[in-house]
């Protein structure tokens, strides 16, 4: 698919190039509980550019494309945990209830509706500049397809004399060389920095996933999978077989990679109806691999450590796995049960 993309960049008109910025803000009166992907509002903005501009994200595009192209990349469906990050993931927006879906679902389809951004500073007072899209028009097929790029909050500077009005403090102007007169100017207004990279393209109701990270920041994910990953550690909690979970709560506030494993922990849900029995069994499982689990006087398993923490979860999800025709044993965090 994404040779076909790149061959319909190719065959458009750079002219037909349209750049978006898409922000984002907290949904008015939205609930406390209400889960992450439901909580934002995002919103489309069209943004006016120069013929220089509009040459330079075609002809970047093309060079990300052409990169993605000669990797031969495999395609294959967006999980939360995969073994072989080099792929193209691929996600499918249709029916998906999530706020994002609204970006490209309805907004980019209705353009015509579209406001423009006129004052940067003014539209950041009330919204966070999220990420940047590129949209690209095939006459040939009559349709168009979206390139996305989040946006950092470094990559944003307004206007000088506004960030004083707001009694923020100013560490540092903003210069630019003239190659003309060899000299060194003050840049005043309103400046975006743009990544030269492509984090997903959406076609066809379709996300094609370049970047994972960034996609999930994107959409909301990363932040979804913290909020679920808190949710497992109060569910294991009122299981009262597990003593030392502060420490697990503690990981997971600043250690993205565990939220994606407790999540998977979710999925296969072998938790839920766990007794002190199946702490034996975990103990024996972490020894056949190698591993170390202890369990306190009362049967419950400790957790002292952030091996305890990696190894009680690799168990609990299934995470050693053997194959039936080599005899072979491996460790994975993916896979799908077979019925």
Not at 175 to 199: I, P, Q, R
Not at 310 to 336: A, R
Request: hydrophobic share 35%; glycine share 4%; charged share 35%.
């Amino acid at each position: 698919m994404i040779k076909d993309l790149l061959r319909k960049i190719k065959e458009s008109d750079s002219d037909n190039l349209n750049l978006y910025f898409v922000t984002r803000k907290l949904k008015k009166g939205i609930k406390a509980r209400a889960k992450v992907l439901e909580k934002y509002e995002f919103t489309v903005y069209s943004v006016d550019i120069d013929d220089e501009i509009r040459e330079h994200l075609y002809d970047l595009t093309i060079k990300q494309f052409d990169n993605v192209v000669e990797k031969e990349l495999e395609t294959t469906p967006f999980e939360v945990i995969s073994d072989d990050i080099k792929k193209i993931f691929t996600y499918d927006m249709t029916n998906r209830a999530m706020s994002f879906a609204d970006v490209v679902n309805n907004q980019l389809a209705n353009k015509s509706l579209l406001n423009k951004i006129n004052d940067l500073s003014d539209l950041l007072k009330e919204e966070e500049l999220w990420a940047y899209s590129v949209g690209f028009y095939d006459e040939s097929d009559d349709d168009w397809f979206y390139t996305f790029r989040k946006i950092l909050r470094g990559k944003v500077v307004v206007d000088e004399e506004n960030r004083k009005s707001k009694k923020q403090k100013v560490n540092f102007f903003r210069a630019k060389f003239d190659v003309d007169n060899s000299k060194l100017e003050m840049l005043h207004g309103e400046t975006v920095n743009l990544d030269e990279k492509v984090d997903c393209i959406f076609y066809n109701e379709v996300f094609y996933i370049l970047q994972r990270t960034q996609f999930e920041q994107i959409t909301g994910m990363a932040e979804e999978f913290k909020v679920e990953a808190q949710n497992v550690v109060e569910e294991l909690k009122k299981t009262n077989l597990f003593e030392g979970l502060e420490l697990l709560e503690q990981h997971v506030e600043d250690k993205p990679p565990l939220h994606k494993k407790l999540v998977r922990l979710k999925k296969v849900n072998t938790y839920q109806n766990l007794k002190i029995k199946d702490i034996n069994r975990m103990l024996k499982i972490a020894k056949k691999y190698g591993g170390i689990l202890r369990k306190d006087k009362s049967g419950k398993l400790l957790i002292e450590s952030k091996e305890d923490i990696d190894l009680t979860i690799k168990v609990l999800v299934d995470y050693f796995k053997k194959g039936e025709f080599s005899g072979n044993s491996y460790g994975t965090y993916s896979g799908k049960q077979i019925s």
